[in-house]
């Protein structure tokens, strides 16, 4: 398939002037020794293909900016890098101005380029922010011309004060089957506001392959929350059902797909491609949540 029939619909990242494909890579299964540089050259050059140009990394997630610097080498135009910091510098304490300004240096290296599109304060609490100074210290950056969207990664609390703060050009959250209190305030209100939003676990983990209740932790609150959900897939696969309905969500701008499989992220643009769900489904999904997921919070 060639970029240029890519079924992928392109969207405004809010009022960044960024324009994004519906459907990113989630480079966070990249990072470790389980995936082969080969692998995660494949898996680039799949997204390329099909259009998912969006890739989203963070300091976190082991060699993931290096193996993504490594494999978009010499490929950097039409391209829109994503990643998420504040800790992790040797020799500096966490969440302070000096982590953003040496985390987005060393970003930019480990991403091999000059500017990286979109960066997020990673998980950061409400009082960090508040203190102002890693807002400061990226909001420099962007100034400095080393990044172009200054963004935050986060859930319920301060993600409602990241939205409110002014400060950010898009956020970053869980938009998914079994993530939809988002969809009832934080996202509606950074639409409004002219924020972009890329949704984290957008197939909420995909819960519906285990049998059993899993051990990692973030994956079972999602089994238990599937389980609570009592939701039918109708005709549709699990997959489409979710990305569909997760890459439609009004005031979505992206979905961030967490696989390391090719044949994963074609299938999903695949089924994005298939359009909105239906509005029966929509609101049967809508319904399911509204009685089991009341009180449910944002899955960090
Ligand atoms: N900001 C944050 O704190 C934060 C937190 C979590 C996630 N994120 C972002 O969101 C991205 C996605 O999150 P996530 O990976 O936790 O959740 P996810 O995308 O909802 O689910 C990923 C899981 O679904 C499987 N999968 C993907 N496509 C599939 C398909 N077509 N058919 C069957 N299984 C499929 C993957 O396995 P395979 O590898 O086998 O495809 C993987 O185990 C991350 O990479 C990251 O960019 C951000």
Known sequence: MSASRSPLPLRPLGSTGLTVPALGLGAGRIGGPETSDAEVDRLVATALDIGATLFDTARSYGASEERLGR????????????TKLGYGVPGVPDWTGPAITAGVDGA???LRTEVIDIVHLHSCPREVLERGEVIEALLRAVRDGKVRVAAYSGEDDALEWAIRSGAFGSVQCSVSLVDQGVLDRCVPRAAEAGIGVLAKRPLGNAPWRFER???ATDVAEAWDRFAA??????ELSWEALAARFAAFAPGVSAILLGTANPAHLAAVAQAIGDGPLPEAVLTSLREAHARA???WSGRI
Not at 229 to 234: D, W
């Open 71 to 82: 494999a978009l080498a010499g490929r950097r135009q039409g391209v829109l890098l994503s």
């Open 108 to 110: 930019l290296g480990r």
């Open 213 to 215: 209740r899993p051990e």
């Open 229 to 234: 959900l009592r939701i039918e897939r109708g």
């Open 293 to 295: 997921g009341r009180g």
